[in-house]
């Protein structure tokens, strides 16, 4: 269905964009979690959107970024970090 990955995304970014400061005072484990429930919110509007129109991919793959997403978030928060910091 066209339209739903913007959708998604748009509900992550503005929720993002709103608690970003509280986010990224957090330790980059807790940021971790925050990102894997990001994630799964994405997968889940795209996933719901995907039964509504009747096009479902019922494959255990689908959920696979959301743990990869997560775990390498530490390391991308900390080269992020590391650039923010040059001014």
Not at 7 to 27: C, D, F, N, W
Not at 62 to 81: Q, S
Request: hydrophobic share 45%; charged share 15%; glycine share 6%.
């Amino acid at each position: 269905m066209l339209g739903q990955h913007a959708l998604a995304l748009s509900l992550v970014t503005y929720i993002g964009m709103r608690e970003h400061q509280k986010i990224r005072s957090k330790p980059y484990f807790q940021q971790s979690l925050i990102m894997l429930g990001a994630l799964f919110l994405y997968e889940f509007v795209v996933f719901s959107i995907d039964g509504w129109s009747g096009h479902p991919m019922t494959s255990p793959r689908r959920w696979l970024h959301i743990a990869t997403g997560a775990a390498i978030w530490p390391l991308i928060a900390a080269l992020l970090e590391r650039t923010h910091d040059r001014r």
